[in-house]
């Protein structure tokens, strides 16, 4: 079985924030954040918006273009690391949004695997449709980091930004991708280097003055780059020995965008051209889960989603963890 890329839609909340901006209400010097995060621009939702009305837009743009309406689908999974509440899920949430009648009753959850969240989703989807008969499976990330960033914190203030990108997948005998199992390991070292200390079970931030900076998400990201590095090259040559391809051979390649010295260093690194390597990090900022799909957005809208082509999608995610998923057109 081989499965068709039917849709793929993006959202990009508000009006783009240029790093200018930024730098003059902040008080850095000017040309600091592009310097130093790599972005140029990002997007950020206003107040109006939450997870699950940019989520429900992205996905009913993705149904109108394939045609479809919510009853087609087998399986609908929200992916990241943003959500509106503890309980219940995003995914029951943007269906409860897209339904006119509630009559659909086809399952859906969330994966959360923060940055890779993306990733695990579609392995996931592949796993139904090769092995459950599911022939539809829609997934959208939704990620509104803007809402967790600290102002104080100038290098996390202004690498992130907000979007939302669905994708609707669907089996068929030919044409499509063949899809390859993921590739995914795990550091725990890593586990607390990239965090939100307050909001969950262990601290819901009742008190009434909490640890200055204790509801913004905090990231060493010195250590977080030392791991990152420490144990790719090992990633990379399991992951050749699984996939039989090496990174040279790839026609494209989507990295997650998290940084901009990750993303010179990895090209540098492995030798890999600009045109081999989708980077979309001056243009939307770290976007979190939805950097990887938006890199397959930039792909798709293009027509480089063809016959012949081979992508590899890859990135790192707070835990630490480092993933990997070829997609053979």
């Known amino acids: 079985m081989r499965i068709h890329l039917k849709s793929c839609t993006r959202i990009l909340?508000?009006?783009?924030?240029?790093?200018?901006?930024?730098?003059?209400?902040?008080?850095?010097?000017?040309?600091?954040?592009?310097?130093?995060?790599?972005?140029?621009?990002?997007y950020w939702a206003d107040s109006t918006e939450n997870v699950t009305s940019l989520a429900a837009a992205a996905l009913q743009l993705a149904l109108d273009e394939a045609q479809l309406i919510c009853a087609d689908l087998d399986m609908l999974l929200y992916a990241g690391a943003s959500f509106d509440h503890p309980i219940p899920?995003?995914?029951?949430?943007?269906?409860?949004?897209?339904?006119?009648?509630?009559?659909?009753?086809?399952?859906?959850?969330?994966?959360?695997?923060?940055?890779?969240?993306?990733?695990h989703a579609m392995d996931i989807a592949h796993l139904y449709m090769q092995h459950r008969g599911f022939r539809r499976v829609a997934i959208v990330s939704a990620?509104?980091?803007?809402?967790?960033?600290?102002?104080?914190?100038?290098?996390?203030?202004?690498?992130?930004?907000?979007?939302?990108?669905?994708?609707?997948?669907?089996?068929?005998e030919t044409g499509g991708y063949e899809p390859f199992p993921a590739?995914?390991?795990?550091?725990?070292?890593?586990?607390?280097?990239?965090?939100?200390?307050?909001?969950?079970?262990?601290?819901?931030?009742?008190?009434?003055?909490?640890?200055?900076?204790?509801?913004?998400?905090?990231?060493?990201?010195?250590?977080?780059i030392s791991m990152t590095l420490r144990h790719l090259d090992d990633f990379l040559f399991v992951l050749a020995q699984k996939t039989?391809?090496?990174?040279?051979?790839y026609n494209y390649i989507v990295?997650?965008?998290?940084?901009?010295?990750?993303?010179?260093?990895?090209?540098?690194?492995?030798?890999?051209?600009?045109?081999?390597?989708?980077n979309t990090l001056s243009d939307y900022g770290n976007c979190v889960a939805a950097s990887i799909p938006l890199g397959i957005f930039e792909l798709y809208q293009q027509g480089k989603l063809q016959a012949g082509k081979d992508v590899l999608?890859?990135?790192t995610a707070a835990g630490l963890s480092i993933g990997a998923l070829r997609l053979k057109f």
């Open 13 to 42: 909340p508000g009006q783009p924030i240029l790093s200018a901006q930024l730098e003059a209400q902040s008080g850095l010097a000017a040309g600091w954040a592009e310097k130093n995060t790599g972005v140029l621009r990002r």
């Open 89 to 119: 899920h995003n995914a029951c949430l943007i269906k409860q949004a897209l339904e006119k009648d509630g009559a659909a009753a086809f399952p859906c959850f969330d994966v959360d695997g923060t940055c890779l969240s993306f990733l």
């Open 143 to 172: 990620e509104l980091p803007s809402r967790a960033l600290n102002p104080a914190d100038a290098k996390t203030y202004t690498l992130f930004g907000d979007a939302a990108v669905a994708v609707i997948l669907e089996a068929t």
């Open 183 to 224: 590739y995914f390991i795990n550091q725990s070292e890593g586990a607390q280097l990239a965090m939100v200390p307050v909001g969950g079970i262990k601290n819901r931030g009742l008190e009434l003055d909490p640890a200055e900076g204790a509801h913004y998400f905090q990231m060493n990201g010195r250590q977080l």
């Open 244 to 249: 039989g391809q090496t990174l040279s051979q």
């Open 255 to 278: 990295p997650h965008q998290a940084s901009r010295f990750g993303n010179e260093y990895f090209m540098q690194r492995y030798g890999l051209s600009e045109e081999q390597v989708i």
């Open 313 to 315: 999608l890859i990135g």
